[in-house]
């Protein structure tokens, strides 16, 4: 496999919770905007249910290398790459909790989203999907059970 960089951006520290991502919601499908440490941001679509994965031009935006003629999937679903999660600048941005929490680099169309977070990045955690406020949150867990959670307003 290719090597890749590490990113020069320090971690932003873990903010209290609950916490409200830096997200949009476009035609009820919610989108996490990060930025990468150069300035650009990536556009990164949330499916609960799916993969985790960064398009060729997301890698592109991170900085990181990859080969385009190399495969390592199949010929319907090819991969140029495999990267480790990256540091993102600006807003926090969690990174998944499995142990596993590498992202898969594969080409995507240019007016497609630059990577996806999927099932490993959703798990273990509680969260509120808001869509009359467009708002994506990243709730507290009480007690220490599985489903348990406790919604707190914002102060504002």
């Given at each position: 496999l290719a090597t890749f960089p590490?990113?020069?951006?320090?971690?932003?520290?873990t903010p209290q919770l609950p916490y409200t991502l830096p997200a949009t919601m476009e035609h009820h499908r919610f989108f996490v905007?990060?930025?990468?440490?150069?300035?650009?941001?990536?556009?990164?679509?949330?499916?609960?249910?799916?993969?985790?994965?960064?398009?060729?031009?997301?890698?592109?935006?991170?900085?990181?290398s990859y080969d385009k003629d190399q495969n390592l999937g199949s010929e319907h679903e090819p991969i140029h790459g495999m990267a480790s999660w990256p540091v993102y600048a600006g807003p926090w941005i969690p990174p998944p909790k499995s142990a596993d929490t590498r992202l898969?680099?594969?080409?995507?169309?240019?007016?497609?989203?630059?990577?996806?977070?999927g099932t490993a990045w959703f798990g273990d955690r509680t969260w509120?999907?808001?869509y009359r406020a467009g708002t994506l949150r990243?709730?507290?867990?009480?007690?220490g059970r599985s489903?348990?959670?406790k919604r707190e307003e914002d102060p504002s």
């Amino acid at each position: 496999l290719a090597t890749f960089p590490v990113l020069a951006a320090e971690p932003v520290a873990t903010p209290q919770l609950p916490y409200t991502l830096p997200a949009t919601m476009e035609h009820h499908r919610f989108f996490v905007e990060a930025q990468a440490p150069g300035g650009e941001v990536l556009r990164l679509f949330t499916d609960s249910g799916g993969g985790m994965n960064l398009t060729t031009r997301g890698a592109d935006k991170l900085g990181l290398s990859y080969d385009k003629d190399q495969n390592l999937g199949s010929e319907h679903e090819p991969i140029h790459g495999m990267a480790s999660w990256p540091v993102y600048a600006g807003p926090w941005i969690p990174p998944p909790k499995s142990a596993d929490t590498r992202l898969a680099i594969m080409p995507g169309p240019g007016w497609m989203h630059d990577g996806m977070l999927g099932t490993a990045w959703f798990g273990d955690r509680t969260w509120e999907w808001d869509y009359r406020a467009g708002t994506l949150r990243l709730l507290r867990k009480e007690g220490g059970r599985s489903g348990a959670w406790k919604r707190e307003e914002d102060p504002s």
